[in-house]
């Protein structure tokens, strides 16, 4: 797959402005231009302008900051010249495409003349950043060379300036490993890259190697969001972890265990690591009754790593019987239920001052059963604590609330129309609420879609039920 286009965010994405931002907020022309003398560009920016514009690769800048200041450190930088598109705040604002909206991206797009879609690259530091990219349908990546700054949300990769230009017509290959073993269903394929997205103790996005403690395979959406749950239906690895909550003898595929005894294998070859081998590799056990999926996966791992010399320990965490499923808790409530139930078995506390310690965990979200984990490690000495998840959510959920039961709801499709809605999760509660696109221009209601007698979709006003009705409608084709 080739790139058709990248566009970068500017602060901390270009240029280190932290120092400017209060600056920019007030409005300070003044200032800005007394403080530009030590304000530069990352490194290898230029490199990476000039050889994208050398490669024929559209860019194109989407910046939350105002006209004014962009115009400035354009010119600071010797940057105007750079991008045929530039979308401010000044502009965004107008049509609301400020950030995380993703019209930004859209309008940048159309002006270019380019159609949205993952073959475009959205580079940005922040979490808007990311959350504007899924809007708008196109991939987003947090630059290594950028901000130091933890990130919270997940995105499509975190690619060095060397990896985006050695597969700039090649994205395929700088796509998240276990997503890749999904699309494919095998791990036995020519690989030129393992990625991963690092994160730290918090599950947040780094680029600071020093702080990394976790190694992220891919990511999961979840049907919790409109945006997300589009995602979901073309997303072979998401997919994939569905199954765990609708077949109650899921087993986790082959490709799996093949893709973590690799890792395990590599990983001291990973300078910055900390660790020459593993001496003891776990799991973040099945919760009271529940299938002991990673708990099987350790088993199939030590078949393969037998000769290794690592202690492999199904049980060295246990939950409290009645713990509660975390999908079905909020962050805060999550934090709660780990740190009340969630427990190290005493009886190996004298084995773990000194030693390298490995847990693996299927799907993470904020990090937080993880985290206690090693905070329960951390009390005995561990020499170093690593971890491994296959994905993690890409949190995009409007945490929607039955008015009828009070329970989450969640995104379904109609099986005879292909149309999503929102839907209880209480399966005893039929409340059912129909997916808002975007407000009427007549009436300010919402329109949703809907599927006329000619098998044609188009966009509905709500306000048709009102007294006098709205009779708006648009043509959609999704």
Known sequence: MKTT???FDLDNTLANTDSLEEIRLSHDLYNLKANLSGISLYPKTKILLDSL???NVPIGLVTNSPRWYVDILLEHFELTNYFPVVITYTEAIKFGGAKPSGLGIIKALELLNIEASPQVLYIGDDYKDILASYEAKVTPIVPTWASRKPVSQMPSAVLSTEVLLNFID????TKLIAELCA???TFDFPKKLLNFVPLDKNANVITLSQNLRTLCFGRYFTKQSPISATYQKDHKLSLEI????TEENYKIPQYFCDLLVHTIRKIPEYIHSGIIKFDIITVIPAKFERTPR????LSQIEENLKNDNVLFLKDLFYFDKDAESSKNLGPDERIIENNTKFHMNKSYVNILENKNILIIDDVITTGSTLRRANELLEAFNPNRILNICFAKTVSMS???????????????????TQIDFWGCKNRNCSYTEDIKIKDCPECDEPMVIKLNKRGQYFLSCKGYHNEPPCRHAESYNG
């Open 398 to 416: 409007e945490r929607k609330v039955c008015p009828t039961c009070q329970s989450l709801m969640v995104i379904r499709t109609n099986g005879s």
């Open 5 to 7: 286009c990248i566009l």
């Open 294 to 297: 990673l708990e099987n996966l």
């Open 53 to 55: 514009i050398e490669k």
């Open 170 to 173: 090649d994205l395929d290959n």
């Open 183 to 185: 699309d494919k269903e």
């Open 242 to 245: 569905l199954r765990k909550e």
